[in-house]
Each structure stands twice: as structure tokens, then as C-alpha cells.
């Protein structure tokens, strides 16, 4: 893989040099050599962070400016339709529109359109797991039972909670319940 070269030491020249700074003097404030501050304004060598930090605080460069354009590209990722993982439970249907990336990491959401069949459900009122889970209702009605307490939902509602609580989401109507559901940390397709 090709890595991008960083190159902003014509950004640290082209400041120092318009606050009329020599590179003796700025060498000198940073107590190391007018030859390393050469070597990095024409990018022969790449300096350590506390170097690069250093150089910033003394020239007053806000650091973004330096690295703004090498922020990294972060890749889109498209499900197209007919290309969406698919998964049954009983009376439940999952289709996962986003695919969780281990970039992802702590912020890894699942996010799937569920389906739920009249009279049919999803989770359990006996044990909750960890995360959070946000949902709105596409059509249809439903019931969310959290712990004790029940609520309704009609088509447009949406709801968000912490799924460490027993929960079961039912279809107590006479038609499909279509919502999309994000969940996080992912479970079902991961």
C-alpha cells in the first residue's frame, strides 16, 4: 500500500520566513541545529512529534493547518439493495444496510431494516446485553416492552435506549412492521 509523503515544510518556510524569523534564530529558540530546521522547511527529513509541536508553538501555527491536507481518506462503504445480508429469526427478518468495518472499532454501528411478521417479536423481557439501540418505525405498529414498562409505536416514531435492559419489540398489528434499527456494539451480523 502507498503511503501519501507528507510534505509541509514549505508551509513552516513560508510562515517563518513572513514573520521575518532566520532559521539560526528559530534554531536557536528550539535549541537544536539550523540544519535540521533546513532539512525539514525543504523536506529531506521528517521531524518527531515534539519537534513538529515545538516549531508550531514557536511560530504560532495551528497544527491542522499543517496536516489539512493529508487528512485520510476515509473509505464510503455502499450495500446496494440487492446485495444486503439477510438473516431469519422466526418471525423476524434482518436485513443489514451498513457493513461494520474493524476500523470501526468503538464506533461500529449495525444498521438493518427489520420486518417482523403480525404477532411476531424480537429480543427478550429476560436478559438485556451491552450497548445502545436506536430505532424508527417505517409502517406498521408496534410495542416496545423495556424492563416494566410498554410502549406503543406508530409509523414515524422513533425511539433510542440502553440495551443492557431486558426489551422485546412486538408486532401486535395486522400488518408487517417495518423499521430501521441501529444497533451498537453490533451482534447480530458480526
Known amino acids: 500500500m502507498d503511503r501519501p509523503e507528507y510534505r509541509f515544510g514549505e508551509k513552516i518556510r513560508n510562515v517563518r520566513e513572513s514573520q521575518k524569523i532566520t532559521l539560526k534564530q528559530l534554531a536557536q ?111 406498521g405498529t408496534g410495542e416496545l416492552q423495556y424492563g416494566t414498562e410498554t410502549y406503543s409505536l406508530n409509523e414515524g416514531d422513533s425511539l433510542s435506549f440502553s440495551s443492557a435492559v431486558p426489551h422485546k419489540l412486538i408486532n401486535p398489528g395486522k400488518t408487517e412492521l417495518k423499521a430501521i434499527w441501529i444497533i451498537t456494539p453490533p451482534r447480530l451480523f458480526s
Request: net charge negative; hydrophobic share 30%.
Open 29 to 139: 529558540q528550539m535549541n537544536v541545529s539550523a540544519s535540521l530546521i533546513s532539512q525539514i522547511e525543504n523536506n529531506k527529513v521528517s521531524p518527531s512529534i515534539d519537534t513538529l509541536l515545538n516549531l508550531a508553538d514557536i511560530l504560532d501555527i495551528d497544527p491542522e493547518y499543517l496536516f489539512r491536507d493529508f487528512r485520510k481518506k476515509r473509505k464510503v462503504r455502499i450495500v446496494r439493495a440487492g446485495e444486503r445480508n439477510r438473516l431469519s429469526k422466526g418471525s423476524v427478518q434482518y436485513e443489514l444496510l451498513t457493513t461494520p468495518s474493524a476500523a470501526d472499532e468503538d464506533y461500529a454501528l449495525e444498521t438493518m431494516e427489520l420486518t417482523i411478521r403480525p404477532g411476531g417479536e424480537k429480543g427478550s423481557q429476560d436478559y438485556g446485553h451491552p450497548g445502545r439501540e436506536t430505532g424508527i418505525i417505517i409502517s
